[in-house]
């Protein structure tokens, strides 16, 4: 298995989707669709290392479909 995923997700609709941590990061909430399931279950195998995260918009908001 490679070790990267690639999967559609948008920021999550919740005022706490992207807050400052008391630790001086930023925590960011995405929300996967039910069709990207394998790569969400990926991605939280990869929960112990250090991640690459690229993010590239592909169109105007429209909650992926499940």
């Keep these: 298995m490679s070790d990267y995923v690639t ?4 920021i999550a609709p919740l005022q706490s989707a992207i807050t400052v941590a008391s630790d001086g990061g ?7 669709p039910e069709s ?15 991640l690459r995260i690229t993010v590239e918009a592909i169109g105007e908001y429209d909650k992926p479909d499940n």
């Design 7 to 10: 999967f559609l997700a948008s």
């Design 26 to 32: 930023v925590r960011v909430k995405i929300d996967i």
């Design 36 to 50: 990207h399931m394998e790569a969400a279950v990926r991605l939280m195998g990869m929960r112990q290392k250090t």
